[in-house]
């Protein structure tokens, strides 16, 4: 596996689970605009975190690994 193809692969995979949070989002709107301002940017971030636990990351991981680079593992708090 050459270091560009695992690039362009977690570019996708994370595109992907952006894709998703996104969806997330519209899905949780209502909700999302009942949380108070102090508190909705964690409010986005836990709607975040469920589209990244949703999915299944082993692969992510191990490209990123591959690549030297974060793997994930304390994301939850800054997704």
Do not use: C, K, W
Not at 50 to 64: F, G, I, K, V
Request: glycine share 4%; charged share 30%; proline share 1%.
């Amino acid at each position: 596996m050459s270091a560009s193809a695992s690039v362009e692969e977690v570019r996708e995979q994370l595109a992907a689970i952006r894709e998703r949070a996104l969806a997330l989002e519209d899905e949780y709107e209502a909700e999302l605009g009942q949380v108070h301002p102090e508190f909705r940017e964690g409010a986005h971030n836990l709607v975040h975190y469920l589209a990244l636990h949703e999915t299944d990351t082993q692969r992510l991981r191990r490209s990123l690994r591959h690549l030297g680079l974060y793997s994930l593992a304390h994301a939850e708090r800054n997704v």
